[in-house]
Structures are given as C-alpha cells and as structure tokens.
C-alpha cells in the first residue's frame, strides 16, 4: 500500500476478541485518547510534530461524550472519544494542542501516517453511535454496547452495527489514454477518476460500468480491483478499480460533471508532476486517485 495513501495505515490491533468484556473509560491509566470534535481531530502538540494519541488526562473526562474501544497499541487500550465542537474552538489559542480536519491531516501529513488511520476510525465510529441514538426497528433509544461497536435496543431486542458506504472509483483506459473527469466543487484545473456508490445487490464490477457508463457515456469490459482506502467523509471505502474502456464517444451527465475527457499518458504523468503546460493536476497523494493514476503512468496496471 502506498505509504502516502490517506487513512490507509492504522497501527491498532482492534481487539475484537476482547470486545464482550471491554468497557470504554477516559480515566484508565494505561490507555490513549483519540478525541474527534464534529469535523476536527484535536492532537497534541509536540516538539518533533503533533500526534493523535492523548494521555487520559489531556481533557477534562466531563467534557467527553461517547467513548468507544478502537483497539490496541502495543498493548495499550486506545479509546476514541467525541467532544464537543464548541469546546474544541477554545482549544486552538492553546499551544498544546492541534485543532484541524483530517483531510488537511492527510495532505499535509500532520501525524504519523498510522495514526491517521486511527483518526479515520475514530471519525466514522463516534459519528456514526451520534446518528443512530434510536432504534430503526421501533423507534427506542438504543445503548453502546461491545465497547461501542454495537448499539442494542432493550425494547425490542434489535441489535445495530456501524456500517461503512463501499465507492467505486475507477482509473477507465482505452490504448494510451485514460478517462478523467471533474466536478464543478474541484479546485480549479483538477481532474480525478470517475466513482460513485455500490447500490444494494450491485457487484462491484457492474457498479464500475454502471457509473462510467452513466456519468460519461463510456461503456467498460475488463475491471480489476487495485487497492483501496477508507474515507471518513462520514464513512465510506474508495474501492480503487482499474476498467477496460470498450468506447470512445463522451456523453458528459452535466449534473454530475463539468468536464470529462480521454487524456494521453504523458499528458497524466505532466498532471501529476504539476508541470502541466495548461496548469492542469491531479489530487494530491493522500488521495486514492492518485495512486491509481501513478500506477497506470508507470505501467504497473498491466
């Protein structure tokens, strides 16, 4: 896995096993803090660079909301744990502490990149128990339980686990060109790969094809998986897929693309190099896209 490759690293061992006697608490000794405020992550500032694992005793445990067990660290217990947003704004005038998001802690590589991993956990799981304090099935208020990786609702006996959306994204080549396209939200002059959510009882390869051929008009024969990412943003995974582009005509869905277009391999590899003559880029490599694109530009998808 590409060592640049946003929240892909995460060093815990998650402990399942353990997960029927775990109980989450701010105020173990032994144990770590990963702090997660709405959209922010709160690090601890240090000499040789911030990271995302506080001692319990950073935080006042009352300020703390959900906690829930993510795992181990050389045999710590590290704990995920929700503050509240307006309590994270008089955190940043505080030269111990990092407040910011988790996409500028990817770009910028604020902690180590195994810890991003578990700031993405963190993320996905806390906001995940703030969504779901009722009952689906009869409208109850549900309870934490397994350490958080379950909400049980005593009423009816229904038991609800986090879940993770699966996304497509897909590097379409045809010869020597791929297919890119960009929405209108892009930084200026950015051009990514195409993707889009699995729907219920969809594979994988048929959601390829199906969100090529409807965003762009593509049809697609041969798809293999490549690599994948999580992506927190609340709770995806990208599934990055290489697709065998069958056609050439573009038919741009403008609601979903402002443009897409075959692009030649060296014009992709100038891309990435940010020495397009035009200005146009890639994302950067936090971003799955561009490792897919780098691959394909070296002839590694062969």
Excluded at 212 to 226: F, H, K, M, N
Excluded at 256 to 272: G, I, K, N, Q
């Amino acid at each position: 896995m590409p060592l640049r490759l946003g929240f892909a690293a995460n060093l815990l061992d998650r402990a399942g096993a353990e997960r029927e006697e775990a109980a989450p608490s701010a105020a173990a000794g032994e144990s770590r803090l990963v702090v997660i405020a709405g959209e922010f992550a709160i690090l601890q500032a240090g000499p040789e660079g911030a990271t995302a694992l506080l001692a319990p005793d950073r935080l006042p445990a009352e300020d703390l909301r959900e906690r829930v067990v993510l795992g181990r660290l050389d045999g710590v217990a590290v704990i995920g744990a929700a503050l509240d947003p307006a309590r994270a704004d008089s955190l940043r005038a505080d030269p111990a502490f990092v407040v910011t998001d988790l996409r500028s802690i990817a770009t910028e590589g604020t902690v180590p990149p195994g810890e991003a991993g578990m700031l993405a956990q963190a993320k996905s799981l806390l906001l995940w128990h703030a969504r779901h304090r009722f009952c689906a099935q009869c409208g109850a208020p549900t309870a934490p339980d397994r350490a958080g990786l379950r909400r049980d609702c005593e009423t009816c006996g229904g038991q609800h686990f986090p879940r993770t959306d699966p996304v497509t994204i897909m590097l379409v080549s045809r010869g020597d060109r791929c297919l890119l396209g960009r929405q209108s939200r892009f930084v200026a002059g950015s051009y990514s790969c195409l993707a889009g959510f699995v729907s219920p009882g969809e594979s994988i390869e048929d959601a390829v094809r199906r969100e090529v051929r409807e965003e762009s008009g593509i049809e697609v024969g041969r798809v293999r998986y490549l690599m994948s990412q999580p992506w927190p943003f609340p709770s995806s995974l990208m599934i990055g897929c290489l697709g065998e582009g069958l056609s050439e005509p573009i038919t741009i869905d403008t609601e979903e693309l402002e443009d897409c277009r075959w692009f030649p391999r060296a014009e992709v590899a100038s891309m990435l190099e940010r020495r397009h003559p035009e200005g146009l880029i890639t994302p950067p490599p936090m971003a799955i896209a561009h490792h897919l694109m780098r691959a394909w530009v070296d002839g590694e998808t062969a």
